[in-house]
């Protein structure tokens, strides 16, 4: 697989990345997930920018090398007469159904009772979207991570987590929901008793400024 770029908070790092190597003489290196792009995985839940639509068809964004495409009957309800509210630059939460190499990835907002179950559009009302590595997406999902659980005892908010490198967050204000947002990146080189640290003392400057 030849990588050209390396993206990370929408800006590419990889050109320099591999130059620095270069300079320093370096043939020996460890890439891991926090530089790769996502590849599709049947089954995950990821989440992603409508970018266009087209007869049937909503073309969505979801940080891979190809676009996911969204069939408008993928959402609950929906039928020939009744298609969903979606625009473009809408953010959706949806599952990988299709994902094999070298074809369109094909994208649902429905599970397989035909429930949506927590999918379809998010954000409309507010919230944030940060895109993370990888790496930090398997750590935060793990359950032996108490990051979530945390922040959650101090600051309410809700969270939408993509296996392709996106969180959406809204909190109560925008403060708090950088605030969630930053400690999410911050905990990503933190071991559990760092992350619980870092979270006590939020929640004390937080009792502070209440």
Not at 101 to 112: G, H, Q, R
């Amino acid at each position: 697989m030849e990588i050209e770029e390396f993206i990370f908070q929408n800006k590419i790092i990889g050109k320099y990345f591999f130059f620095l190597l270069s300079v320093l003489g370096l043939h020996y290196f460890h890439l891991n997930d926090f530089y790769l792009q996502y590849v599709p995985v049947r089954g995950e839940s990821v989440i992603g920018i409508v970018t266009n639509k087209g007869g049937d068809v909503f073309r969505v964004d979801i940080g891979g090398s190809e676009m996911g495409s969204l069939s408008y009957l993928s959402f609950e309800g929906a039928t020939k007469r009744n298609r969903p509210d979606v625009k473009v630059g809408d953010i959706v939460y949806c599952k990988m159904l299709m994902a094999m190499k070298d074809m369109e990835p094909e994208l649902v907002c429905i599970d397989s009772t035909g429930r949506s179950a927590g999918m379809g559009v998010i954000g409309r009302d507010g919230g944030f979207l940060h895109c993370c590595s990888l790496n930090l997406i398997r750590k935060i999902l793990s359950s032996d991570c108490p990051l979530l659980k945390l922040l959650g005892k101090t600051l309410p908010f809700e969270i939408t987590v993509g296996m392709n490198g996106r969180i959406w967050v809204r909190a109560r204000t925008s403060t708090q929901t950088i605030t969630v947002i930053n400690a999410i990146s911050t905990a990503e080189y933190m071991d559990n008793t760092q992350i619980s640290a870092m979270c006590k003392k939020l929640s004390e400057a937080f009792i502070e400024v209440d």
